[in-house]
């Protein structure tokens, strides 16, 4: 079975400031991860995704996260975060022999502040 | 556009009653989820369904119960049984054995007055 562990539940952060949201994973077989944001009141929407390949994968908004095998990280980074970044964002794992149902973390709230 | 449709938007219900949420997609996808969301729990699965006329319980099914007729619709009533069914709702789907991830819906807020 899979397992996702958010280590942060919340973090805040001045605006222009670094972020890294922490994402680790156990799993006995290959996986695919993904992160989700989550904007109040609102559903979760794809932010990027690690199939296969380069370990490294961006969003369009200046997100990236690095998948590390050794580690079973998939930590979620931004070197300059921006007010309208706050939101909850979600990280999730699938086996790639599991049909592609997900399992999601906790969730971290980034609050980004003035 | 392609994309999946929850509502309403808010819902209020008295106790003691049933209510059902709608969840529709167009993406031709095989697989639906529905999940509750209550503040600081993150996300927990109620029921899935992964083919028309099947669904299987997830972690909180009791006092909720589904049917998926429609490849479309996969609609989640919420019943008096549901001891505390103030919550934000979220429906997804997927394609089974695709590693696209789910899309979501944007939600149904359900308040018990």
């Known amino acids: 079975a899979q397992s996702v562990t958010q280590l942060d539940s919340q973090v805040p952060v001045f605006e222009e400031a670094p972020v890294e949201l922490r994402c680790n994973y156990s799993s006995s077989v290959s996986v695919y991860l993904f992160w989700y944001v989550q904007y109040p009141n609102q559903g979760l929407q794809l932010l990027l995704k690690?199939?296969?390949?380069?370990?490294l994968v961006e969003s369009i908004n200046g997100f990236e996260a690095e998948f590390n095998k050794s580690q079973t990280s998939f930590h979620l980074r931004k070197p300059s975060v921006h007010i309208s970044d706050t939101a909850e964002y979600f990280c999730?794992?699938?086996?790639?022999?599991?049909?592609?149902?997900?399992?999601f973390g906790q969730g971290t709230e980034l609050s980004v502040k003035p | 556009d392609g994309g999946i449709t929850q509502s309403p938007k808010y819902l209020f219900r008295k106790e003691g009653q049933n209510v059902t949420l709608s969840c529709e997609q167009n993406l031709n996808h095989d697989a639906m989820y529905w999940y509750r969301q209550d503040p600081g729990q993150g996300l927990r699965l109620i029921y899935y369904s992964q083919i028309v006329n099947d669904f299987q319980k997830g972690d909180i099914a009791e006092g909720y119960s589904v049917s998926r007729e429609k490849k479309e619709s996969f609609p989640l009533t919420v019943t008096s049984a549901q001891k505390n069914p103030t919550a934000f709702y979220l429906c997804a789907s997927s394609n089974r054995g695709s590693a696209d991830g789910y899309t979501f819906g944007s939600g149904t807020r359900l308040t018990v007055v």
């Open positions: 690690y199939l296969s390949g380069s370990t």
């Open positions: 999730a794992v699938s086996a790639s022999n599991q049909g592609g149902k997900l399992i």
